[in-house]
């Protein structure tokens, strides 16, 4: 039996651009086949709708309250609810699994730190770091910033990006020898394509996510049209258009050096 989990979701109660709240995903994302989720709101540094002008203790209180009520919403409906932050540098994004809101609260200067502080701090509380939709182009961005020595895996599959996009960033991950993960992404139940992770146990905590992880335990995967004929969750790697490099980035890709 596989079990799926959502890696990468965002809620209204802590991103400005999602228009979903926490609550409003539980029964959705069962109903779709998934066994859990795991709250990826923007932190502060990203596109966050917490107010910046509040002390740090209540702005993680805010931050927090997606996950929250998602994980109220979940009690006794044998689905699990896990945290996570979607953490910004110049665009590039990581998704950090394992850390929670003590970590953050002993960390108020954790904005100042660099790539690899951050990663240091997330594995010394014994968490991980993945990069999210590594070749991501959009109008707000400048250029593709990428660190390998901050990267714990990489995200092969993100619904909003393109195949293109998705395919170069399955090429990242084997290059470097990365461990893939694979995400919705999502800020909508009308999204329209879903990705997550598979693992053949169950995942309640965590703990349980990063070491299922680190082992590669976990197979990306992703369902197309799910509210239409919607197909099975599909292993990322049996799909042509998703590992097939068919165009190149057309920003400027910059590599970041251990600092």
Same mark, same amino acid.
């Given at each position: 039996?596989?079990? !799926?989990?959502?890696?990468?979701?965002?809620?209204?109660?802590?991103?400005?651009?999602?228009?979903?709240?926490?609550?409003?995903?539980?029964?959705?994302?069962?109903?779709?086949?998934?066994?859990?989720?795991?709250?990826?709101?923007?932190?502060?540094?990203?596109?966050?709708?917490?107010?910046?002008?509040?002390?740090?203790?209540?702005?993680?209180?805010?931050?927090?309250?997606?996950?929250?009520?998602?994980?109220? =919403?979940?009690?006794?409906?044998?689905?699990?609810?896990?945290?996570? !932050?979607?953490?910004?540098?110049?665009?590039?994004?990581?998704?950090?699994?394992?850390?929670?809101?003590?970590?953050?609260?002993?960390?108020?200067?954790?904005?100042?730190?660099?790539?690899?502080?951050?990663?240091?701090?997330?594995?010394?509380?014994?968490?991980?770091?993945?990069?999210?939709?590594?070749?991501? =182009?959009?109008?707000?961005?400048?250029?593709?910033?990428?660190?390998?020595?901050?990267?714990?895996?990489? =995200?092969?599959?993100?619904?909003?990006?393109?195949?293109?996009?998705?395919?170069?960033?399955?090429?990242?991950?084997?290059?470097?020898?990365?461990?893939?993960?694979?995400?919705?992404? !999502?800020?909508?139940?009308?999204?329209?394509?879903?990705?997550?992770?598979?693992?053949?146990?169950?995942?309640?905590?965590?703990?349980?996510?990063?070491?299922?992880?680190?082992?590669?335990?976990?197979?990306?995967?992703?369902?197309?049209?799910?509210?239409?004929?919607?197909?099975?969750?599909?292993?990322?790697?049996?799909?042509? =258009?998703?590992?097939? !490099?068919?165009?190149?980035?057309?920003?400027?890709?910059?590599?970041?050096?251990?600092?």
């Amino acid at each position: 039996m596989e079990y !799926i989990y959502e890696t990468h979701l965002h809620t209204i109660e802590g991103s400005a651009c999602s228009v979903t709240p926490a609550k409003n995903y539980i029964e959705y994302m069962k109903n779709l086949g998934y066994n859990g989720i795991i709250v990826t709101d923007h932190f502060f540094n990203g596109n966050s709708c917490v107010p910046k002008d509040l002390p740090w203790d209540e702005r993680v209180e805010l931050y927090c309250k997606g996950y929250e009520h998602a994980l109220m =919403e979940a009690d006794g409906k044998d689905f699990t609810v896990l945290f996570g !932050i979607e953490y910004n540098f110049e665009g590039d994004e990581y998704l950090l699994y394992g850390v929670d809101k003590k970590w953050l609260l002993d960390n108020p200067d954790i904005m100042e730190c660099s790539r690899q502080k951050v990663y240091e701090l997330v594995h010394k509380y014994g968490g991980i770091m993945v990069q999210a939709h590594p070749y991501r =182009e959009r109008g707000y961005l400048s250029h593709i910033h990428l660190t390998p020595s901050v990267c714990d895996g990489a =995200e092969v599959y993100n619904s909003g990006n393109p195949d293109y996009q998705n395919a170069l960033g399955y090429h990242f991950a084997r290059e470097h020898n990365f461990t893939m993960s694979a995400g919705s992404d !999502i800020h909508s139940v009308k999204q329209n394509d879903m990705g997550g992770m598979s693992f053949p146990y169950k995942i309640e905590t965590i703990k349980d996510y990063v070491k299922a992880f680190k082992n590669g335990d976990g197979t990306p995967v992703f369902k197309k049209n799910v509210h239409g004929e919607s197909t099975p969750f599909r292993p990322v790697a049996e799909s042509k =258009e998703l590992t097939t !490099i068919t165009q190149e980035a057309s920003l400027e890709v910059v590599y970041h050096s251990k600092i």
